[in-house]
């Protein structure tokens, strides 16, 4: 056998084969052989039949099977000799076997770029560092108030105003003609929250409860139903009820509903506490975002584009999931791939990107990781889960997922050395 490598890209070789007619003939002994220990031929013994009578009834598989086995034998022999780690199944061309002729084909791979990282000493970046002042407290305070309202009936007799909720029957018609999905029966809708048609809402206010209008909507251009954009579209309306929102009073009496506190001034306590480190984690994931993007500047290279559609089907699955957790049907991820295949890319790519260039720095660096971190690792996720260390080391080897685990302890010491040889600037927010 003679196999020839040439270079497509960075991420592609070719490999060029040429096998011996020699070669072939012996597979296809090999073959033929296998095939009349198997085969059953009115008037001859099995075991014993003419090759052929073998060749004209079993020449076309016969001669797949030996392509199939010389095109593994000999390329895998060439991945090994050759010393190329392919990370994708390969491209196969070939024009068949040919009585008396070497046996030609050509298997194109995928290989990792070999990366010289560069430009990660001495990075200038910017590092926000949040102060939570009282205001941002009543905030959040306001906002835990908001969770404990309650809706009552209006009692007063005056018309709907914003921040009321509206209990409505309506129906939407384009030019007489009723629209199936615009209509609904005792439907909520709280005034102000624009989460209905654009202009309805403030159409509304003042309406009062029992009373019935004729609202005119000129649809939105870019509105999703296509038949709709730029219409006039007319809703019958039904006010049925108004509600309005309750809140409670912020005093002593509204900490009776929480356990850990036993006064106001530990409920704002906690939430200060609460909002430093919600500061803390979005300050730190900006600042390793902004390190990314400043390394992705710094090195250009090209990535298998079979890691780049891996990403998207694993953007996709965890779409599909969070779908799941809130009740919606999971469709097959294969009607699901063309259609946010380019909504995806450009992410999956920077994502495969990243993690192939903190491999490459992590080996020019010598990161490494133990054992011991791995396993102090996994006893924090545990005690964070209230879970035993035994049962959730078992789930992540189970899952394959302890790579995951040591991936996770070589990025946070990248970052780590990469911020400690920066130059970095404390931007006070």
């Known amino acids: 056998m003679a196999v020839r490598v040439e270079d497509v890209s960075p991420v592609q070789k070719k490999l060029l084969f040429d096998i011996s007619w020699l070669e072939v003939k012996n597979e296809l002994e090999a073959v033929y052989k296998?095939?009349?220990?198997?085969?059953k031929v009115k008037g001859f013994r099995q075991g014993k039949i003419p090759r052929n009578i073998l060749e004209s009834l079993y020449?076309?598989?016969?001669e797949e099977e030996a392509i199939s086995n010389l095109i593994n034998r000999y390329y895998w022999e060439a991945l090994k000799e050759n010393n190329i780690a392919a990370v994708a199944q390969p491209e196969i061309e070939q024009e068949g076997i040919k009585a008396e002729n070497s046996f030609t084909f050509t298997a194109t791979v995928e290989v990792e770029p070999i990366i010289e990282p560069n430009?990660?000493?001495g990075l200038e970046l910017e590092k926000e560092e949040h102060e939570v002042g009282d205001s941002d407290v009543e905030t959040r305070l306001q906002e835990v108030r908001e969770m404990f309202s309650t809706m009552e009936e209006l009692e007063a007799d005056r018309g709907i105003n914003e921040g009321?909720?509206?209990?409505?029957?309506?129906?939407?018609t384009l030019n007489g003609n009723p629209i199936k999905e615009m209509k609904a029966d005792n439907y909520l809708l709280e005034i102000g929250s624009k989460t209905f048609v654009p202009g309805f809402e403030e159409k509304m206010i003042g309406m009062k409860k029992g009373q019935a209008e004729q609202i005119k909507i000129k649809m939105p251009d870019d509105y999703h139903a296509k038949k709709l954009a730029g219409e006039e579209v007319v809703f019958s309306v039904l006010l049925k009820n108004i509600k309005e929102k309750i809140l409670p009073e912020i005093d002593e009496k509204f900490i009776q509903n929480f356990d850990k506190y036993e006064t106001l001034d530990d409920l704002k306590r906690d939430i200060?506490?609460?909002?430093?480190?919600?500061?803390?984690?979005?300050?730190n994931s900006a600042f390793k975002n902004q390190i990314i993007d400043k390394l992705l500047e710094k090195n250009e290279f090209e990535v298998p584009l079979s890691f780049v559609n891996r990403q998207v089907s694993y953007m996709i699955e965890d779409m599909q999931r969070r779908m799941a957790a809130r009740g919606i049907k999971r469709q097959e991820t294969s009607e699901l791939y063309d259609k946010f295949y380019q909504i995806y890319k450009d992410e999956a790519k920077r994502i495969v990107r990243t993690i192939l260039l903190m491999k490459s720095i992590a080996e020019k660096e010598s990161v490494t990781v133990s054992e011991q971190e791995i396993d102090e690792k996994i006893k924090e996720i545990a005690n964070q889960r209230a879970q035993s260390y035994d049962s959730l080391r078992k789930s992540l080897e189970d899952g394959n997922m302890i790579e995951d685990i040591k991936n996770e302890i070589i990025n946070t010491k990248l970052f780590t050395f990469i911020e400690d040889k920066a130059k970095v600037r404390i931007a006070k927010k």
């Open 119 to 121: 430009g990660y000493i």
């Open 59 to 62: 020449k076309e598989s016969a």
């Open 272 to 283: 200060k506490k609460t909002l430093e480190e919600e500061n803390i984690a979005r300050s």
């Open 34 to 39: 296998d095939v009349g220990k198997k085969a």
């Open 164 to 172: 009321d909720f509206a209990v409505i029957d309506f129906e939407g």
